[in-house]
């Protein structure tokens, strides 16, 4: 499901109105007699109901009186509440508003007095106040508004957008629409896959206006959402006659005293993906607890730093042991002690296969060993926002702000695959794509389970999936499997237990493939 920015939108609308001959107010007919159809399929015949629809001066409003009107012509009791003046409005806006029956009542909201003796009881309401242009922080009559339309305790729908919400984000511009369903126009804007937007979106459906596939095409946009859909057909395939050596060795560099059980649940990642083999570099006198808690992986005992945590000295055994690998996880539980950091940078810079940097990597990771293979060899980090905010030198809330330019910024200047962490994951190429994951819940917050995430990633790499589709399928896969799980029950179950779900996880993507 292709996802877009305003001005991407903006770009498809200008293009179509030029090139297809289609006029904006014919652009504006259909997304409201769109929004119309999907208002009949969620709440049934209209006729008789109690409809109020709040529009506000702009192309949005314009919108809305389109629905207005259908819905009026369909036996509905609209009541139109309009946040400006006729003469205020734009071109488009106007035309439909002219076009509005005569006997449809409409009145205006001109202060927040008004609205505070705003008497209005029905059905449904349909918020068409402020569309995607919004770029400050609602205020005055228009937060009056949106209180009175979040406190009426009927079903809202958003008309593209709930009102007030950063279509590009997902921030919220101070107060904002609850909308229980959102009738988005052309195609999802990135906000509402986003969070906080998420919660205010309700039911997302997407309204064919008529803007032709081949103008999508030339806008060149890679960004989509993560839906069922799209990770099945990222999913290896696999052969009857396939065995443990067809489906790839993942190496493990991780763990350190007091941190065995990530590097244990990132072997466990990459064998549960479906990985053939998975080997692990560990601190020798930390070995038998490898040994004794993950029976189906390899070890490779590690002298390092005492035998208690992994250092340099150790690259060349590491390298050794890479020779038949396609693919590295490197970081979890692994320390920063000098030695160590010395380690990870030097795997980075040198070593050919594809790795998923995690965790203590991360807190390691000197940018510039990233340089000299920019472009050439796959590196994949996957920071939470705190992570990020070192990498990047920015605060944790502005990173949050604008999750998908920061991830899509330091993968086009370092080369890098980025996963951003947290609710709707953000994966960013160097190639300009950009995804964001639909799957996963609240429960998932909790130790270990980034582990997990980064040997199921490096697990399907050695599957030979393309690094940014392995990316995508890993991340959604492993939300997946923390929503089979909250099925019974919230929140309380383990990064181990997520682990063991994942076949059933595969087992559900091959059914839609």
Not at 144 to 171: H, Q, T, W, Y
Not at 193 to 221: M, N, R, S, T
């Amino acid at each position: 499901m292709k996802i877009c920015s305003t001005a991407q939108m903006r770009f498809l609308e200008a293009k179509t109105i030029a090139e297809k001959k289609i006029s904006g107010s014919q652009l504006m007919e259909n997304a409201g007699k769109g929004t119309v159809d999907l208002i009949l399929a969620y709440y049934g015949d209209c006729k008789g109901k109690r409809i109020a629809v709040f529009a506000g001066p702009g192309n949005n409003g314009g919108d809305g009186f389109v629905v207005a009107r259908h819905l009026h012509l369909l036996g509905a009791r609209v009541t139109l509440f309009l946040l400006s003046t006729p003469d205020r409005l734009g071109p488009d806006a106007a035309f439909h508003f002219k076009l509005l029956p005569a006997d449809l009542q409409w009145s205006t909201l001109a202060a927040e007095e008004d609205v505070a003796a705003l008497a209005w009881q029905g059905d449904i309401i349909v918020d068409a106040l402020l569309g995607t242009g919004l770029n400050r922080q609602v205020s005055g009559v228009f937060k009056r508004v949106i209180e009175f339309i979040n406190n009426a305790e009927v079903p809202v729908v958003a008309v593209d957008i709930p009102s007030g919400l950063n279509a590009d984000s997902g921030c919220l511009w101070g107060s904002c629409v609850k909308a229980a369903l959102t009738a988005t126009y052309g195609l999802v804007k990135s906000g509402l896959v986003q969070y906080p937007g998420v919660d205010y979106v309700g039911e997302l459906e997407v309204v064919d206006i008529g803007i032709p596939p081949k103008v999508v095409a030339q806008a060149g946009i890679n960004s989509f959402s993560i839906i069922k859909e799209v990770a099945a057909s990222f999913l290896p395939p696999r052969k009857s006659m396939d065995h443990k050596g067809s489906h790839g060795h993942v190496l493990v560099v991780a763990g350190s005293r007091g941190k065995t059980g990530a590097a244990l649940l990132a072997g466990a990642g990459a064998l549960r993906s479906g990985a053939g083999l998975v080997s692990l570099c560990v601190p020798e006198k930390l070995n038998s607890i490898f040994e004794g808690h993950c029976l189906e992986a390899m070890t490779l005992p590690l002298a390092g730093l005492g035998g208690y945590a992994l250092a340099n000295s150790d690259y060349g055994a590491i390298a050794r042991a890479a020779g038949n690998k396609r693919s590295l996880v490197v970081g979890p539980g692994l320390g920063t002690a000098p030695e160590t950091a010395a380690l990870v940078n030097q795997l980075v810079r040198h070593l050919p296969q594809p790795l998923v940097l995690d965790a203590d990597a991360l807190n390691t990771l000197d940018l510039e060993s990233l340089v000299p293979e920019r472009g050439k060899r796959v590196r994949i980090i996957t920071p939470h926002p705190g992570e990020m905010a070192r990498l990047t030198g920015l605060s944790s809330s502005k990173i949050q702000n604008d999750r998908l330019q920061v991830a899509a910024a330091f993968a086009r200047e370092h080369g890098v695959i980025v996963v951003l962490k947290g609710a709707a994951t953000v994966i960013a190429g160097p190639d300009n794509r950009l995804a964001v994951n639909s799957s996963g819940n609240s429960g998932m917050g909790s130790g270990g389970m980034g582990d997990v995430l980064a040997g199921v990633i490096a697990g399907l790499l050695a599957q030979n999936v393309e690094p940014f589709q392995a990316v995508c399928l890993g991340v959604y896969a492993h939300g997946l499997a923390g929503d089979i799980l909250a099925e019974t029950g919230p929140y309380g179950y383990l990064a181990s237990e997520l682990a063991a779900v994942l076949p059933l996880v595969w087992a559900e993507l091959h059914g839609v493939a």
